[in-house]
């Protein structure tokens, strides 16, 4: 018994953080989630809202901007969908035990990757089909314009696909990986 309390007090947790420090980090990473999750709803519901209006408020509108309008609420209410039920997660989890709060923070990882790899691009690409539909019939009367547009709508796409997407999604995952691995130390401490 005495070899085995002389192992424990030479264990070094220097690079641990401490139970306070865990415990602030888990209700940061909670509110950090749900408020963006609430924003991101926030947003579609608003986006969506703006739409209606401008549907309802504009007489004859061609049937490429009403096209555009349906994929954009579509890209809308991926958005709202996917948010609204990841929230539920974030509501639920409150006081978790270590390994309950490692299990979830697995899941926010397969969740993320699954959202980076599917949900997020067919939300991109509904809200980019509706953008270049939707603008159609403004930008279509001037060949100047309508090339300058349609050039910026192709380069806004690329960048947020090639660019945004792959740096925000590498961004959140060293940031989770970085708890994980804080808590996994913490966890095998106690095992």
């Not at 954009?72 to 978790?96: E, G, Q, W």
């Not at 309508?146 to 999604?169: D, E, G, H, K, Q």
Request: glycine content about 2%.
């Amino acid at each position: 018994m005495n070899e085995l309390k002389a192992i424990w007090h030479t264990a070094r947790t220097d690079e641990l953080p401490t139970t306070a420090e865990m415990v602030k980090l888990a209700k940061k990473f909670r509110f950090q989630k749900l408020r963006n999750k609430i924003l991101s709803v926030l947003v579609g519901v608003g986006a969506i809202i703006l739409m209606l209006a401008f549907y309802l408020n504009t007489p004859k509108l061609a049937t490429s901007t009403i096209a555009g309008m349906i994929c954009t609420v579509i890209a809308c209410l991926v958005l709202i969908y996917t948010n609204a039920r990841s929230m539920k997660r974030f509501i639920v989890m409150k006081d978790l035990s270590n390994k309950q709060f490692v299990d979830f923070l697995e899941q926010t990882r397969r969740n993320q990757l699954y959202y980076y790899r599917y949900t997020q691009v067919v939300g991109l690409l509904f809200s980019s089909i509706g953008l270049v539909l939707f603008m159609y019939e403004f930008v279509q009367k001037n060949t100047t314009v309508s090339a300058i547009f349609y050039t910026l709508a192709v380069l806004w796409t690329l960048f947020m696909c090639f660019y945004m997407r792959p740096r925000n999604f590498k961004k959140q995952s060293v940031k989770l990986n970085n708890m994980l691995t804080s808590l996994k130390k913490i966890n095998d401490q106690f095992q």
